[in-house]
């Protein structure tokens, strides 16, 4: 059969991958794809823009595709989906109507309280002097956010009233953020540790994916600005079996129930942010309708499952009926970045140290990148590359993911040099915890 990855970033490049695995597969096309998807085995760019849905529908109908699947939310919320369903074509992700979980946060954190699924306290303002004043009334830390898609960009976890008043002032001021930031949302500050969890849905039921826990400041103990993604790990510790079956039963299960009574059935992949509070709790910070970026990257690489089967599944309404087979080990990776993201950077830099041959445990997952007319391999955006591997624990997939990290480079490469350092630390203290109880056995 023939597929097509909508998008370009390490998140499709990973999708094509997983898809070109699959035995039922013998070609996967990517639309627009990058440098990396181009050198993949059984995959080929084609010259679509991942929001050009009527080039993409008729390259589908044309090509004669069996199944498209969209990666990134633009073209979601473009309504994608309904337009290759019109056609009769089959594409895996949720309706633009379903895409509004992501789409608005106004309407997801609505969506929330009517379905009593467990949020943080909020407020949506479109005049600033409201916001502000509700800002000064409630006190730091306070989190505000724009309503719309702003690529990563559009939160500021303020911890003193102001950087809320700035982020109110930037938004519905100052219009850095366009039709986006035309309405904010103004949440409580929730303590905790955040954590990723994904899964397909087929719009009665939902299987999980493997946990997973990403790093959204740009620098090294969380510190700076937030970013699409800095790096990510998984399996993730913090999601135990037992909180696995209290989110499935309190958040993931509500969630597509809600959707459907809402007349917006969700079908595809379905990202829930949590934040997972002292005593247990999760509670939704926000909702992606696709997988996550970087999540998704070592989330597939532990994927043994036929990708391509599970969306089948899902597409004819039988998740019911399947598993998800994972890779025990651990698989962290890292995310190369233009130095200046999430500001302004500098393009075209050649890329040197990217391995001729990758090793089973060791995966680049290319996302800003292309090749210029030497032949060169270039970066072109934010997010350059994502550098994976497999360990037996987190801390064992740090290091090979850190030594590919050092010898690939280019002018004014970013990268944080902590990723995993949470589940590393855990590992530590279970371990000394063991010794601890040997050495009290033998005793």
């Known amino acids: 059969m023939k597929v ?10 990973a999708l094509a991958w997983a898809a070109a695995r699959s035995a039922s597969v013998d070609l996967v096309y990517v639309a627009p794809g990058n440098a990396g998807t181009r050198q993949e085995p059984k995959v080929q760019n084609v010259a679509v823009g991942a929001e050009d849905v009527p080039a993409l529908v008729d390259f589908a109908r044309q090509y004669e595709v069996d199944l498209t699947i969209a990666g990134p939310e633009g073209p979601l919320l473009m309504g994608v989906v309904d337009a290759f369903n019109a056609a009769g074509l089959r594409c895996f992700g949720p309706s633009r109507g379903a895409a509004e979980l992501e789409g608005s946060k106004a309407f997801c954190k609505d969506f929330l309280v009517r379905h009593c699924i467990p949020t943080a306290e909020y407020r949506v303002f ?26 990563g960009k559009g939160v500021t976890v303020a911890m003193s009233l102001d950087e ?6 930037s938004a519905l001021v100052d219009k850095v953020f366009g039709a986006a930031g035309e309405r904010v949302v103004v949440e409580e500050y929730l303590q905790g540790e955040e954590a990723s969890f994904m899964v397909l849905a087929d719009g009665e039921k939902a299987l999980p994916l493997a946990s997973s826990q990403d790093h959204k400041a740009r620098d090294d103990g969380e510190r700076g600005p937030n970013t699409g993604g800095m790096g990510a ?4 510790a913090l999601v135990s079996a037992s909180r696995q ?3 499935m039963k309190e958040i993931i299960g509500p969630t ?16 829930a942010g949590l934040m997972i509070t002292a005593d247990g709790s999760a509670k939704v910070l926000e909702f992606n309708v696709r997988l996550g970026d970087p999540e998704a990257q070592p989330v597939l690489m532990r994927l043994k499952s036929d990708l391509i089967q599970l969306c089948d599944a899902a597409l004819a309404g039988r998740l019911d009926r399947c598993v998800a087979d994972w890779d025990e080990r651990a698989c962290l990776a890292v995310v190369m970045a233009s130095g200046g993201y999430p500001g302004t950077f500098s393009k075209g830099h050649v890329i040197t140290g990217l391995p001729a041959v990758e090793q089973a445990s060791c995966k680049v997952f290319h996302a800003g990148t292309a090749f210029d007319e030497q032949g060169n391999i270039i970066n072109t ?10 360990g037996e624990t987190v801390a064992l997939a740090q290091v090979p993911a850190y030594e590919l990290v050092r010898s690939i480079h280019w002018d004014d490469v970013y990268y944080r040099s902590d990723i995993g350092y949470r589940a590393v630390e855990r590992e530590r203290r279970r371990g000394l915890h063991r010794e601890m109880n040997q050495d009290d056995a033998q005793r």
């Open 381 to 390: 955006g934010g997010r350059v590359l994502s550098v994976c591997a497999l």
């Open 245 to 247: 079956r209290r989110i």
């Open 233 to 236: 790990y998984s399996p993730a």
């Open 256 to 271: 597509i129930a809600g959707m459907a009574k809402d007349g917006r059935r969700y079908v595809g992949f379905l990202y």
């Open 126 to 151: 479109t005049d600033p002097d409201a916001a502000r004043d509700y800002i000064r009334e409630r006190g730091a830390p306070i989190v505000v956010k724009v309503d719309g898609l702003a690529a």
């Open 4 to 13: 097509l990855v909508i998008g370009s970033g390490a998140r499709e490049h």
């Open 164 to 169: 809320a008043l700035q982020a109110v002032q």
